[in-house]
């Protein structure tokens, strides 16, 4: 009998792919044909969790880590990137890592689909990471052979990627992803003008003001918050959700690491839920024990109140003090940071009227990472790190008005 052979997959050239790097994780998409792929970096998960396991011979990074976080947190490597560059170590389980090393474990275990997806990449770093720290995630991207053509900070590449947003009104064309993915929350104004782009990952909340001309995009100010990380959110939420186990049953889920992880990670998904206001079912075990809670919505806004309203005042100060003459035109949330509970209504509470508060889809820095490998290739962008200016293509400065008008 004869077998035929199963023909190789057709390398496409011409796609592109950007990828986005926070403390939390790494995450990538592919475009080309008008099309927009988000790419598996860790089988079966798109994105690759930024924590190393330390409880094995080699170290590994992405969701053998991420089982690690609450079940064994001494064995696991986590909130690492922003110690870049630095001889600091973590110790973790068998070894002691430098942030260096966790990086390079997490690079090379995505270097494979990024390199069978496409041989022109862009790279997106958080706004807190210092030249010589990029300079250093840089060495060590080219050390895992992953096919950078650029970096830039996230929060400028993301506001030059959606200026037309600002200048026409209009909202961005992303292929592949619906209008559903935005939701604007107040009408915003055309024109000129500055935009504020939150971010958020295990090491900190950020916040950057950009001013959106009509050929260019450039950083005023920027801003971080380590208080205000993923990691403070997610303390918040389980102690929260276990001392109402306690009360309901007497039974405390932090007794056991097992059942500690499992919340943990109930939690963390329920966060990517849409906002529909239907109640989140969890479950607690220990053993033979177990414990069914139906957790309100809006219970999840309550857990995290102080820390939501904290934040957002943090933001409202940095930006009424950055020296922009007029308010914000838009407020942009990432994904990130517009899942945490109760941050996006206490930001958009606190917003200047006429300014617009939206929240942005999962891919929003990846795509305009990957919005910005063209234009490197075409020599029509400086090859260093872009985190002060990024030029507007001539397409957006012809799209836009030349007074500022209110749709």
């Known amino acids: 009998m004869l077998w035929s052979k199963k023909p190789a997959p057709v390398h496409d050239k011409s796609r592109v792919v950007g990828i986005d790097l926070t403390a939390s994780r790494l995450r990538a998409v592919s475009v080309g044909a008008g099309k927009v792929r988000v790419l598996v970096l860790d089988d079966p998960a798109e994105e690759l969790v930024l924590a190393v396991a330390c409880d094995r011979r080699m170290p590994e990074a992405g969701h053998a880590g991420a089982a690690l976080r609450r079940l064994a947190p001494h064995s696991v490597c986590l909130g690492f990137l922003h110690a870049v560059g630095q001889p600091r170590e973590f110790p973790a389980g068998r070894h ?3 942030a260096d090393a966790a990086l390079d474990y997490a690079f090379a275990k995505a270097a494979a689909p990024l390199a069978a997806e496409t041989e022109a990449a862009a790279l997106l770093v958080p706004t807190y990471l210092t030249p010589a720290q990029v300079a250093r995630v840089v060495a060590l991207a080219g050390k895992a052979k992953l096919p950078l053509k650029g970096t830039a900070s996230a929060a400028l590449a993301v506001a030059a990627h959606r200026a037309s947003a600002v ?45 959106i001309e009509r050929d260019a995009a450039k950083v005023v100010a920027a801003a971080h918050w380590p208080k205000a990380g993923l990691k403070g959110w997610m303390d918040r939420l389980v102690d929260a959700v276990s001392d109402r186990c306690v009360r309901l049953c007497r039974r405390d889920p932090r007794d056991s690491a097992e059942a500690e992880q499992a919340l943990y990670d109930q ?22 024990w177990f414990q069914d809670l139906t957790e309100p919505a809006d219970d999840f806004d309550l857990h995290a109140a102080a820390l939501a309203k904290w934040s957002a005042e943090a933001v409202r100060e940095f930006v009424s003090g950055c020296g922009v003459p007029t308010a914000p ?47 490197w290739v075409a020599g029509d962008l400086s090859r260093s790190h872009l985190d002060g200016t990024i030029p507007l293509p001539p397409e957006a400065a012809a799209a836009a008005p030349r007074s500022s008008t209110k749709r």
């Open 329 to 375: 035109r838009v407020v942009w949330l990432t994904h990130a940071a517009g899942r945490l509970p109760g941050l996006g209504r206490a930001v958009h509470l606190r917003a200047p009227e006429g300014t617009a508060v939206e929240l942005l889809p999962p891919g929003a820095a990846a795509h305009a990472a990957a919005a910005l490998v063209p234009r």
């Open 167 to 211: 200048l026409t009104g209009r909202p961005v064309a992303q292929p592949g992803m619906t209008n559903g993915d935005v939701i604007p929350l107040r009408p915003a104004a055309t024109g000129p003008g500055a935009a504020v782009v939150i971010d958020a990952d295990e090491a900190a909340l950020t916040a950057a003001v950009v001013k």
């Open 96 to 98: 002691s890592l430098t």
């Open 267 to 288: 939690l963390d998904a329920a966060l990517d839920r849409p906002r529909t206001g239907a109640p989140v079912a969890l479950s607690a075990r220990i053993g033979h």
